[in-house]
Nanobody, 115 residues
Framework: QVHLVESGGGLVQPGGSLRLSCAAS????????MGWYRQAPGKQRELVAS???????MYADSVKSRFTISRDNAKNTVYLQMNSLKPEDTAVYYC?????????WGQGTQVTVSS
């Protein structure tokens, strides 16, 4: 089992930046993949970025070139650097860990982009 805790959300103006962190309760070295999802009010949860054990990454088209996912295995932490934020990035952001066929979620952190 993996317990995930997100942090780093908040209110930011359009064009600003935030870095989200996801701390895992155990080593993520053997985790199949780590990802960030988001869910805006009235919308389905969507994948924002993922980082697989082999180091490959994937981004949703809407965040390419603006968001960067990274991991620090020594700290059991995954990050999401978000730059050039837009109002449409407003959502609750969730961290996800996939261990073979099992999927674990954090409690989410709110990101609000508004002037």
């Amino acid at each position: 089992q993996v317990h995930l805790v997100e942090s780093g959300g908040g209110l930011v103006q359009p064009g600003g930046s935030l870095r989200l962190s996801c701390a895992a309760s155990r080593s993520i070295n053997s985790v199949t993949g780590m990802g960030w999802y988001r869910q805006a009010p009235g919308k389905q949860r969507e994948l924002v970025a993922s980082n697989l054990r082999d180091g490959s990454t994937m981004y949703a088209d809407s965040v390419k070139s603006r968001f960067t996912i990274s991991r620090d295995n020594a700290k059991n932490t995954v990050y999401l650097q978000m730059n050039s934020l837009k109002p449409e990035d407003t959502a609750v952001y969730y961290c996800n860990a996939k261990v073979v066929v099992l999927s674990y979620w954090g409690q989410g952190t709110q990101v609000t982009v508004s002037s």
